[in-house]
């Protein structure tokens, strides 16, 4: 089973601004896709599905690249709130095995 | 509430010592796992159930054992734990596969 990948960061932005994290997978056959939050020391929680579509919750919007194979979460209008680690899962049809990237750290300060 | 839970929150033991986490989900759950999470690594997959008596490996098995007599419950076992045990540690539980995950609250465990 291949990795999932992310850039750990920290990113470091004022509040207001716009962020994007990416997240490339290796395996073809990755079914289905997650962006969690985790705040420090607490439990991973699901931030929002990835649909093929793309999708949209408020002021995140996450896109799934299948021929390049990597999803993506965009934050816009920072929170002082939003401030946790993003991990990026991955399920592979047939293994009930997700693939959990090491996370992207976010930042927001005033 | 639905909710999943864990105890203890925080364990210290010594090498060799038999433990038991627990884990209880009231979402009628058909699939559980367990995790650890270690600085640099993520989160880790130890176990997982899809259903009551079946159980299968994870990424990093060695050294675990679980069980699932019944649906609701899902606990890891350490029969003689060892310091690279230390680590962070969840449970999760899921409606089915690929399908969102709730995870419990964590078990610190320390062994020394």
């Known amino acids: 089973r291949k990795e999932v990948e992310q850039d750990p960061g920290p990113f470091n932005v004022p509040e207001g601004a716009t962020v994007a994290f990416n997240c490339t997978y290796s395996?073809?056959?990755?079914?289905?896709f997650f962006w969690y939050r985790q705040d420090c020391r607490k439990e991973p929680k699901l931030l929002m599905s990835v649909y093929s579509s793309g999708n949209e919750d408020g002021r995140f919007t996450a896109q799934l690249n299948r021929a390049s194979q990597y999803i993506s979460l965009l934050i816009r209008d920072s929170k002082l709130s939003d401030s946790a680690t993003y991990l990026c899962?991955?399920?592979?049809?047939?293994?009930?095995?997700?693939?959990f990237g090491r996370g992207t750290s976010l930042i927001v300060h005033p | 509430e639905a909710q999943v839970t864990q105890n203890p929150r925080y364990l210290i033991t010594v090498t060799g010592k038999k433990l038991t986490v627990t884990c209880s989900q009231n979402m009628n759950h058909e699939y559980m796992s367990w995790y650890r999470q270690d600085p640099g690594l993520g989160l880790r997959q130890i176990y997982y159930s899809m259903n009551v008596e079946v159980t299968d490996k994870g990424d990093v098995p060695e050294g675990y054992k679980v069980s699932r007599k019944e649906k609701r419950n899902f606990p890891l076992i350490l029969e003689s734990p060892s310091p690279n045990q230390t680590s962070l540690y969840f449970c999760?539980?899921?409606?089915?596969?690929?399908?969102?995950?709730?995870f419990g609250p964590g078990t610190r465990l320390t062994v020394t």
């Open positions: 395996n073809s056959a990755s079914q289905s």
């Open positions: 899962v991955v399920n592979t049809g047939g293994s009930y095995i997700p693939t």
């Open positions: 999760a539980s899921s409606l089915a596969e690929s399908y969102e995950q709730y």
